[in-house]
Every structure is written in C-alpha cells, then in structure tokens.
C-alpha cells in the first residue's frame, strides 16, 4: 500500500515553512516582482531557519533532509514566491554535485562554508549556444600543469551575480560530445570569473539569473568533481535528485492559484449569485484540483523512490512535467476565473501564470523530460 501520511515531524517542517513563507515571503512578493529585485534580506532569514542547504546532510552542517521532505517545504515556499522559492532552492541544485561527485575531503572543505554563513552557491551548465543539448557544451577545461584552465560562458544561472561558488561543467575535448565533460567547484574570486547582469524576466522576478563567464580561470585539480569525463553522468544524476522538488515548487504555485480563484469565486457575483455557484466555474475549480492533486502525488511518489535509493530517473521527470504543466493550467483557469481582475498586476493571479511558465522550461524543458520519459519507459519493453 502507498502510504503518504505525514509523521509529525513532517507536518512541523511543513508549518515551519508555512509560516515563514506566509509572514516573510508573502507580503513582500508582489513589490519584489514588480520591481523584479532580489530581496537578499529574506533569503538570509530563510537560511537561519535552516530552509536553505536543505539536501546537504547534518554531519556537514545542513538540513539533511529526505527528497520527499525538502519537496513539503518547497511547496509551502511556492505558496508565497515561485521566485523567491527558486532563489531559495537554488543552493540544493549547485551543492548535489559535490555531494553526489565529491570526495569526502571536498565535501568537507566545500559544503560547510554554505551552512554556517548564508552564501549562495550556482549550478552551471547552461549555456548561450544551448541548454537542452547538455552533451554539446563548449565550455572548455584544458589541462594546466597539475590543474585546469576553464574558458567558457554559462547562461540563466539562478543566483548567478550573487553566488560565491559555482558547480561548473566544462569539456576537456569537445569531440568527445558527452563523455568529455568534467565537472568542477569554480569559487566566484577566482580570477577571471566575471558575473554579468541579472537578466529582465517575465516570472521568477525575485531570483536572480545572470550570464557567468569564465575567461582563462585557473582552477586546481583538488577543485574537479569526480574523474575527468564522467561530469555529464554527474549532472544528469543531480537533475535526477532535483527535478523533483521542482514539481513540489509547480504544485504550489498551482495550489495558491485555486486558493485565490476559489475565494475569488465564492465572493464575485453574477446572475445574482457567487459565480462559484455556477457551474461554469465548479467545472473549472474540479479540473484544477484534480491537476493540483494528481502532482502531488507524483512529486511525492518520485521523492519516496529517490530517498529510498532508486535512481528516479523516469518518476522524477514524470513528476516534473506533469506538475509543471499543471502549474500552467491551473494558473491560466485561475486568471479566467478572476476574468478581467485576472490580467490586472493589483490581482494576484496574473504573477502566478508568469511564474508557472518558467517551471517548464528550467531544470530541463519538458520537451526533454518527455524525451527522457520515453526513453526510460522504451528501455522496459526492449
Ligand atoms: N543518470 C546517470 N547517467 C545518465 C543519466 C542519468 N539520469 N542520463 C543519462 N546518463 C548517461 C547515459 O547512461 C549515457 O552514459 P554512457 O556514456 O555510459 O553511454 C550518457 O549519460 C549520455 O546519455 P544520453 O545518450 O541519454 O545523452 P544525450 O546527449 O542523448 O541527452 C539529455 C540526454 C537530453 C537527457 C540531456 O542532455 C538533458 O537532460 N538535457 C537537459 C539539460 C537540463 O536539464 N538543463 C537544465 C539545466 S539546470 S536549469
């Protein structure tokens, strides 16, 4: 039997987050969209509340949470700000890397830095000239005495202009297509490491996502993850791990969009009732809360395989499309049921949609996540 009960520890993390997310993030997410700033002040208090590193484990000073636990506080966070939330989770996704590729000495020297002082750390594999071919990244590595010089440009890195360290894939030999790439921890004072702006968004608008460029950065072998050549298996392992809290994030925006939509509704009238009297709107509501509900679950399923050793690779890009998909759904019947309040900025709503988009696109667009799906499902039947 599937067993999704909450212990009571569980229902303690998620009302931690609740709170936090209601009395911090909330109030402040409309202004921080509109003015698309980056409120540091709040990510600093998330981090004393332990909400960020959630994935890094106590012994290096982290929340060391389970997949399924850490997806409980990001929908909570998403709740209030897909942005801020992004910003917040941003830590989870550069770290993996060097929990999952690391040695013990890096992951000692590395990891406990982020947990004792707020800093924020990027995952860097992105680039100009592509994003879904990860296996045709340009950025090179090439061998420097007993080190590496890394020459190349990341794109849309959350966190990007404000990270201390970023978790870099770089080719040693491009010919090589996937088996080239190596990954490294690139600190952000090394020299040649030249942050650019934070980019104009249309969602997300309180994280922070910039170009990073690498010009000739020396970096030393201690600071490469895992042997040369096998860094793609090592991204692909970390998207495994992370793609599913995306979902998590997906399913709270698409939770407070039936929030909204559903109070909305039962307090506008027309025809001389609550339009929630309508039908035209209860279909909506059951369409939604079903999607709401079927992405839950499948985020859940996904965390539950993944913290119980499988690789996860099918169900967490399950979960990710389809919670991401559902975002979007739900967010658009919610700015129709707010109808033209719903394209007004001073309505909650329209944020929601702009926010939902981009969870189909980053941590892998979903064109990808069904590539991946159908090649997991095919390798079952060959
Ligand atoms: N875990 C471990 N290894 C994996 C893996 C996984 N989940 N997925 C693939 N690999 C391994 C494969 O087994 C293969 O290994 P071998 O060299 O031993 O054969 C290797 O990686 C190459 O895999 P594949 O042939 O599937 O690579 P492709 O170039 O065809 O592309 C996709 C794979 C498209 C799935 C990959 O490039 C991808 O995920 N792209 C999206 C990247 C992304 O999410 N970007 C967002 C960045 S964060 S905002």
């Not at 484990?57 to 700000?81: H, K, M, N, W």
């Not at 910039?210 to 490469?224: H, L, M």
């Amino acid at each position: 039997m599937v067993d999704f009960a909450l212990t009571d520890e569980q229902r303690s993390l998620q009302e931690l987050a609740r709170k936090f997310a209601r009395t911090e993030m909330l109030p402040q997410a409309a202004a921080c969209d509109k003015a698309g700033r980056f409120p540091e002040e709040i990510y600093r208090k998330g981090f004393e509340l332990g909400l960020m590193n959630l994935n890094v484990p106590t012994e290096y000073g982290g929340s060391g949470l389970s997949v399924f636990d850490q997806c409980l506080i990001v929908e909570e966070l998403a709740r209030a700000c897909g942005g801020m939330t992004t910003s917040i989770i941003a830590n989870c996704l550069a770290l993996e890397p060097i929990l999952l590729g690391g040695t013990e000495e890096q992951r000692r020297r590395l990891l406990p830095p982020f947990c004792a002082s707020y800093h924020l750390a990027s995952f860097c594999l992105t680039e100009p000239g592509g994003g879904s071919d990860a296996g045709g990244l340009q950025t090179r590595a090439t061998k420097d005495g007993d080190g590496y010089v890394v020459d190349g440009e990341k794109c849309f890195i959350t966190n990007g202009p404000h990270a201390s360290l970023y978790t870099v894939f770089a080719t040693v030999d491009p010919t090589l297509r996937h088996r080239g790439i190596t990954a490294f921890a690139i600190p952000r004072d090394s020299e040649g490491v030249v942050p650019g702006k934070d980019e104009e968004k249309m969602g997300h608008r309180a994280s922070s996502t910039g170009t990073i460029r690498f010009e000739k950065v020396r970096v030393p072998a201690d600071q490469r993850l895992g042997p040369e050549g096998e860094g793609f298996g090592l991204a692909m392992r970390t998207l495994d791990h992370t793609r599913t809290p995306i979902g998590a994030l997906a399913t709270g925006i698409a939770q407070a969009a039936i929030d909204y939509a559903a109070a909305y509704a039962l307090k506008r009238h027309s025809f001389g009732k609550p339009i929630a009297e309508h039908q035209a709107i209860q279909l909506k509501l059951a369409n939604m809360a079903q999607s709401i509900e079927a992405a839950r679950l499948l985020t859940w399923r996904a965390a539950s395989l993944i913290d119980g050793g499988q690789r996860g690779t099918l169900e967490s890009s399950i979960a990710k499309c389809f919670a991401s998909d559902a975002a979007m759904r739900v967010a658009d019947e919610a700015v129709q049921i707010f109808g033209g309040y719903g394209y007004m900025r001073d309505y909650p709503v329209e944020k929601l949609l702009r926010d939902a988009k981009l969870t189909q696109i980053y941590e892998g667009a979903n064109e990808i996540q069904r590539l991946v799906i159908a090649r997991e499902l095919l390798t079952r039947y060959a």
